[in-house]
């Protein structure tokens, strides 16, 4: 199993990015998939995750309303849509899957799969 992160970028205060998470080796529209990131010298934080039965979004206070996660079973890709960046989305971020959704989606312990991550710097 492979999860791939892509999309990120230099992009000033304000601006929007795509991140894709594309995957091999498993179909990614049977699994919760979530997004994580890490700043320098901060913890790890989960960002978004979506389930694999319903559909759900989850997202972390600190993006809600900015940030939009989505799935594109076809391609058997998740996207995680960022509008309106500011300097603290400022990370490395990752893609991260489990078999079953989990109520505690924010942890990065609840996850089986990661992916190399893809940075993302917001900066004028």
């Known amino acids: 199993v492979q999860l791939q992160a892509s999309g990120g970028g230099l992009v000033q205060p304000g601006g929007s990015l795509r991140l894709s998470c594309d995957a091999s080796?498993?179909?990614?529209?049977?699994?919760?998939i979530g997004w994580f990131r890490q700043a320098p010298g901060k913890e790890r934080e989960g960002v978004s995750s979506i389930s694999s039965s319903s559909g759900k979004t989850y997202y972390a206070d600190s993006v809600k309303g900015r940030f939009t996660i989505s799935r594109d079973n076809a391609k058997n890709t998740v996207y995680l849509q960022m509008n309106d960046l500011q300097p603290e989305d400022t990370a490395v971020y990752y893609c991260v899957a489990r078999a079953v959704f989990h109520l505690n989606w924010y942890r990065d312990d609840v996850y089986d799969y990661w992916g190399q991550g893809t940075l993302v710097t917001v900066s004028s």
């Open positions: 080796g498993i179909t990614l529209d049977y699994y919760a």
